[in-house]
């Protein structure tokens, strides 16, 4: 028992044990998910950071394969013969116009064949760097420039860095947005320009092929395919925002402004990081964190190409946010095998304490079985003593090898006592219940007992009836006692009976007298009252006040007497009929009092004897009226309901009110209150109508607030 049974001590411990190792496991998983989502992200950070660059690198080959395909075409090289051989191509025999024309069909074309590009001309270095051709795009519309709105380049910056760059390199211009005519295009859009020199046969520079191209496509392309949560940020050589999450920063230095990335933040330094190309930077505006990685867009096929520096950055609220959510999932899932450890744990205790409240019930049964003075039999249906205890030994006289052979008609001597014990047992067996028996018994070594026989069933399980156990208990010294207190008994009631008798005979004969004392009284004051002085005409008057209160008093007795002695009579009758006969015995003191009362449910049904209720209802009002406070209306509430099983009836005035420490006082006979002039005996007797209706009488009060009696009556009574 000891070795399996898990006490509540250790049923503790192994709570904590297994709290405590559910929280470190929850820690340790923290601190893995926490480091393996970090990982990721930075992982992921470089690989955009990378992915996005390489997209810009690309479209910038794209556009410079675009642009050398454009110088390599035959006009570009025959329109330079031409103009430069008074406007025939000496090699190809055909004229300038022929080129021009011929060039305006290849850029129409590739306009039209290629979205991102905008414009595409040829401009000579001669007429101040006159455009030669030109084809641009106007929304949805593709346009060749007539010659007379061919405008005069020599200026421009793009026009005097090419005439410096070597023989088959190209120029690439910063991403800025487009001008016309030295202003911001409307509705506004970037763009970025590559040119390629073109060279006459003598080597020297006659202009150049440029285009034109839409950066807002590649602006677009960046974003694709990223999570929400991961920021692009794009930078020029200055550190100033050509992408920026807040799209009012994108291009903010075409308009004056001068926030730059180098200024909006303050890089932290990471141990972590420290050996990655991960860094964490701190917006200064927002005081937000970010990891960011930089990728600076390097392509290595041509001499001139700005700097540009693609970022990718998850600000740190966004990490802690996947981390959570991670985190969330592996808290569950490890809350889940707490709780089923807990359920477990639970389980074994309540299995362990099941056993062990077994094992101990069973010993605490033998020590009851064996410890007991009573004698205890086990006897199967065969009469055969199946189990017994040490009592039964001494009482019976024998050892333990002749009970176990034992049946109960050698222990039984008696063939009365013997044949109602077999009744008993078989009536057991036959699935009935059966009472207790009361027989004369004797053994070898004491003389005649009293003992009380309980018999009682033994189950096992759900099964039928495997042995009926029977209990011997020596009652000869209660037996004794019970016949005492039953003549004690006779003898009471017998007295109580004569006393009832005795006041009904004293307040029956002593009305008689004081009939005739208060007559003559009476007599002499209509008589001779006149002729007598003030002090003996007080005197009369003393005397009839007093045999007056003693009538009313020896009314009261006789009233008292008659309830003690009178048999219950029950019949049904409603509340509002006993209100009604209570007011009209009182009528005259009712009328002389003003008092008003107020009935609710009066058609509450009642099972009394409607007198005695009646007679209760009546000492209760003459109560209200007799103490009300001086100079006031009485007012009497009577509220009939149920609770529980009783029928309340509850008499409420707004009387004097009586003190708690007279609440159990005023029920008794011939106690009553300083005040008013009451005999005393009428709350005694609607205590003890009460009473004889098995019922009893509650009783709120306050002083100078009033008083409610309640009287509680059972609905279920002995009729």
């Known amino acids: 028992m000891n070795r399996f049974h898990l ?240 799209k009012e920063l994108s291009f903010s230095f075409e308009y004056g402004e001068t926030q730059t990335w180098q200024q909006d933040t303050q890089e932290i330094v990471s141990k972590q990081q420290a050996a990655s190309n991960i860094q964490t930077v701190k917006f200064n505006a927002t005081n937000s964190i970010y990891n960011v990685s930089k990728y600076p867009v390097n392509i290595t096929v041509i001499s001139h190409v700005p700097p540009l520096t693609l970022i990718a950055a998850i600000n740190h609220k966004q990490v802690n946010k996947l981390i959570l959510e991670r985190y969330t999932s592996s808290v569950l899932f490890n809350m889940g095998l707490i709780l089923l450890a807990f359920v477990l744990l639970t389980l074994y205790r309540l299995y362990s304490q099941a056993i062990f409240l077994r094992l101990k019930a069973q010993a605490e049964f033998e020590a009851i079985f064996q410890g007991s003075n009573d004698i205890i039999l086990c006897i199967n249906s065969e009469g055969k003593i199946d189990s017994w205890n040490q009592t039964a030994l001494s009482f019976f006289a024998v050892d333990e090898v002749s009970m176990y052979k034992a049946k109960i008609e050698s222990l039984v001597k008696d063939p009365l006592a013997l044949t109602l014990i077999k009744q008993q047992i078989k009536a057991i067996f036959n699935g009935q219940t059966v009472g207790t028996l009361e027989l004369q018994f004797s053994s070898k070594t004491l003389q005649e007992k009293v003992m009380s026989v309980a018999f009682s069933p033994v189950n096992i399980g759900n099964s039928a009836v495997s042995s009926v156990s029977a209990i011997f208990r020596d009652v000869t010294d209660s037996s004794l006692l019970r016949k005492s207190l039953q003549d004690s008994n006779q003898k009471l009631e017998s007295r109580n009976q004569e006393m009832q008798a005795f006041v009904y005979t004293v307040s029956h004969d002593l009305k008689s007298p004081l009939v005739t004392i208060g007559g003559f009284a009476e007599r002499i004051l209509d008589s001779a009252g006149n002729q007598l002085d003030e002090k003996n005409r007080h005197r009369l008057t003393r005397i009839r006040v007093n045999v007056d209160h003693m009538s009313q008093l020896l009314a009261d007795l006789l009233d008292l007497a008659r309830i003690v002695r009178q048999k ?71 509220h009939g309901y149920q609770r529980d099983n009783l029928n309340c009836i509850a008499v409420s005035d707004n009387g004097i009110g009586i003190d708690v420490k007279h609440h159990q006082k005023v029920f008794k006979i011939f106690e009553r209150l300083d005040v008013g002039n009451g005999s005393g005996v009428g709350l005694a007797i609607v205590k003890t109508i009460m009473e004889k209706h098995q019922g009893w009488v509650e009783l709120e009060s306050t002083i100078g607030k009033g008083s409610t009696f309640t009287l509680c009556i059972p609905q279920k009574m002995d009729k």
């Open 7 to 246: 006490s509540k001590m250790g049923y503790v411990i192994a709570c904590i044990l297994i709290l405590a190792l559910g929280l470190a496991t929850l820690w340790y998983s923290y601190l893995a998910i926490s480091k393996q989502v970090k990982t990721e992200t930075n992982t992921y950070l470089s690989h955009q950071s990378a992915l996005r660059g390489n997209t810009i690198e690309q479209t910038l080959l794209a556009s410079i394969r675009h642009t050398s395909f454009i110088y390599a075409t035959p006009p570009i090289a025959g329109i330079t013969r031409a103009v430069q051989n008074n406007g025939i191509d000496p090699i190809e025999n055909t004229d300038y116009a022929l080129w021009v024309k011929r060039l305006e069909t290849i850029f129409l074309a590739y306009v039209q064949n290629n979205p991102d590009i905008v414009q595409i001309r040829f401009i000579g270095k001669a007429n101040q760097g006159r455009e030669l051709v030109r084809v641009h795009r106007h929304g949805d519309k593709i346009e060749t420039v007539q010659e007379d709105n061919l405008q005069q380049k020599e200026q421009r910056d793009y026009f005097q860095k090419v005439q410096t760059i070597p023989t088959k390199q190209l120029y690439i211009s910063d991403i800025t947005l487009n001008r016309e005519y030295g202003k911001i295009e409307q509705p506004a859009w970037p763009t970025y320009r590559i040119a390629q020199p073109v060279f006459d046969a003598e080597n020297q520079f006659f202009g150049l092929v440029i285009i034109n191209f839409n950066a807002q496509l590649l602006l677009n392309k960046l974003p694709l395919h990223t999570n929400s949560y991961m920021e692009l940020f794009l930078l020029n050589e200055k550190g100033q925002y050509l992408l920026h999450h807040n």
């Open 568 to 638: 219950l009579e029950y019949s049904s009758c409603q509340l509002k009929t006993c209100v009604a006969k209570a007011q009209q015995s009182l009528n005259q003191s009712i009328l002389d009092s003003g008092a008003e009362f107020q009935l609710e449910n009066g058609e509450q049904e009642l099972e009394v004897n409607a007198q005695l209720v009646t007679q209760c209802l009546q000492n209760l009002f003459s109560n209200g009226i007799n103490y009300a406070v001086p100079g006031t209306v009485p007012k009497i509430k009577i």
